[in-house]
């Protein structure tokens, strides 16, 4: 199955020199299409501050 969801709070990078592009955000700005899953995703039982952010490089 596939997950979509949409993150409006990314901050992004781009380094000219290497052509580096980086995205960063935060795990909790998520919003998923399906219901169910961005209630269960979002609820404050689901610690997510080990892992409150996200980075995603690509060279």
């Known amino acids: 199955m ?3 969801a949409d993150n409006f709070q990314v ?3 781009l380094n000219p020199n290497t052509g ?3 995205f960063k955000g935060l795990m909790k700005s998520f919003e ?4 169910a899953l961005d209630r269960d995703f979002n609820r404050s039982r ?3 501050s080990q892992y409150s ?3 995603l490089m690509e060279t």
Do not use: A, W
């Open 2 to 4: 596939d997950v979509i």
């Open 11 to 13: 901050y992004g990078e």
């Open 20 to 22: 580096e592009v980086s």
């Open 32 to 35: 998923f299409k399906m219901g």
């Open 46 to 48: 689901l610690d997510l």
């Open 53 to 55: 952010k996200f980075t």
